[in-house]
């Protein structure tokens, strides 16, 4: 089912550099080949389309037999979860977010994320010291997966010797939203299917205790509620705990490796980061243009048939929306594949847009923002060990596995 | 490069900026921004510097911020002489001066008018300056008015529930103010939303304890011994004892120092063409003066080139840059303004926005959420195409339904939303109520096709 480009997409020998592939297929803004998913590569249409509330999030509207090498992924596990705010339309989505927002963000929790600021940069601060022999770091299993993790395990309020069985659970759960043209579907079925119920039995545990000893996290303020009209269902509380705990554990690891390959690719960027930490701020918002940790977003589909740059999409057909490609659209930014931190107009689709744009985002974005600012601090004269790095499977969320680098020394903090 | 008049100009011209807040302000920035290296002169009848207002009804009622802080952010210097304090008198087209009230004149090359408007005050001026009676429009009125909200009044009136109104009010609750608001329609923001949003509007006032009275009007304010206002009496024959009235009835143009100037200037605005340029009391555009912001009036392509007259935020600044770029480019190079109206408004702890110019629309379709829940996006039609759309807390949709306005898109919406409920399934009348009756509430007013408001005698030349 998977042709031409397309598979050249999903084909993991092209995970490295996948923007050639992308600017051919902006030659077809909509791209459709036999039953495959109507496929939206360039900015404008993907701007809209966010905002067009003719999409749908929900499996249910898919059409049978939609060609969707990525669908069902996630609905197999239907039997263990429901369906997460990522995976509904409003009202049902609004409801679920606004809930799950309350302990989060502002209006009623302003200073969460901003609260997190210390222990975050202790968290950076450790991980550093324990690189280890500079000559031989693994740039992200030594830092980049497990500072993000450390982080939304504090947030959620995830026991810290739990974090191993999340690791597990989470890969798996990431690694099913891939389309891997090797696994025998049954056996993938089964694994993510397995996960998701492992994952939610110890969520429901966790969740258990914390209604018991309620604590200052974000698990024990949703299994509490805040003492407003609308609470969450013990099934949606777990299905909002596994989708936060997926997004905090496989995004903000590639956003962070992204981050640190794409400067030692562009040393002079990493001299100017260092002399001015400022600059984090813009060079994080680039980044997320320039590397965005979720390439595309493959769960869309229309309620009617819609029309698309001439091209009419029928109800029910899978769409991917290529954010990755819009971040790198001529018509939108200028110099596309040049990574400029001082770039003025930057509305990137990293963080997507409209309703499901990135619930994380504050925290990702400082976490980011901290990581590359004190490792480009702290790491003398840093340098590649192999270009490119090897990649992950994954196509989505795609980023490096491993990012081994070697420098001169560590500067103490 | 030939040294044309242009060059002349932007090397060594003289600008005059009439009206010194947003529209002014960003104008300025921008003729700096576009290479005007000539004398820049910024005259404003308010004695400080650019401030922005909407903070003005909002946070700083609730004393958070204060009415002092609201100056507007800079995007660059503008190297200007400031003329704050002192009010544009008149103007001398075929001269090129601006007159002031302080008998200074004041010569232009290009004039940029962005005089805004006022608070319309109350009708009778006696009872208008009882201690205690208030408008909201400058920065004064609002260090004033939240001063005397501070201060724990027994009970506010405000007269007039369009948006400021409404916003006051809002204000008035958050801080446990006891609020009568009267309004002479039979609900809030009709005039701009129609009666169908103005009854989602009505439940909000009264839900959030505001006592409000419709189909109403307030005839008069007593004031006691002291000359502080202490009740108003209504048109139904009751009255109610308060101690702070806020009059809440819409906004005046600032056109009166343009009259006898022989510029297309009246109670309407001034109006313009698409490109800024003001037009004559004849109907012939200048090409000199250009206009910007909510005095002014310009003829729009989607909305059947009917002048169209905003006293939106947004709309200020687009119009100023779009004038501010005319004034230095030839007539091939100059732009339209083709702002698509937008605005917004906080009240109740609800967000509301608009896109459109709803007040057209007869009809009126829920196509997501529910009233009941106030979270839902409305979208308007008039003859059959989407003319405006109106969300409360789903501003999240609003770009696609400006997209829908903008394509001229069928009306009702032929296609299936999410998060359509069974009130969203068939379009409603809108209501707005009767256009020849006066109303305070349309921040958009289409005011007909002429460029000019006197009329004009058309004599055929005789042969």
Redesign the interface.
Known sequence: MKQGILSDILDYSNRANPYPLYAELRKTPVFHDGDGPYVISTYHHIQ?LL??????SEARNLAAGAGDPLAGAEDEGASALPPSFLKL???EH?RLRRMTNRPFGPPDSPHRVDDMRGFLHTTVTGLIDNLGDPERIDLVDQFAYPFPVTMICRLLGVPREDEARFHVWADTLAASLDPDPGADPKEREKTTHDARMELGMYLAGLIEERRKNPGEDMLSQLAVGHGQDETMSTMELLSTAALLLIAGHETTVNLITNGMLTLLRNPDVLRQLRETPALAVPLVEELLRFEPPVQLLPQRTP??D?EVGGVTIPKGSSMWLILASGNRDPDRFENPDRFDPYRKDIQHLGLGS??HSCFGAPLARLEAQLALTELTRRLENPRLVEDPPPYRQNAVLRGPRHLRITCDGVRPS | MADTALDHLKANGRIVVVGASLAGLRGAETLREKGFKGSLTMIGDEPYEPYDRPPLSKQALLGMGTAEGTALPRRRDIDAEWRLGVAASGLDMAARRVKLADGDEVPYDRLLIATGVRARPWPNQAEGELDGVFVLRTRDDGVALARRLDAGPRRVLVIGAGFTGSEIASACRERGVEVTVAERADAPLVGALGGVIGAVAAELHRENGVDLRTGIMVTALEGDSTGRVRAAHFSDGTSLECDVVVVSLGAQRNTDWLAGSGLGAGPRGIACDAGCRAFDIRGIVTDDIFVAGDVARSPHPLFGYQFLSLEHWGNAVSQAETAAHNMLSESTDRRPHIWVPAFWSSQFGVSIKSVGVPSMGTEIMI????RA?R?F?GVYGYQGRVIGAVTFDNS?????YQ?QIEATAPFPPP?????RRPEGQKPLPADFPDPSVPTHGPTVTLSGYSPADRRLTFTPAGH
Not at chain 1, 51 to 56: A, E, N, V, Y
Not at chain 2, 367 to 370: A, I
Not at chain 2, 396 to 400: I, V
Not at chain 2, 415 to 419: A, E, G, I, K, Q
Request: charged share 25%; aromatic share 8%; glycine share 6%.
């Open positions: 809209s905002h067009d509330p003719r999409l749908s339309d409003p009202p609004d309620l009617a819609i409209g309703i | 196509t997501q959420g529910s829940e979270r996006t999240r949709w609003l770009q696609f997209q296609f299936p939303t999410v998060d």
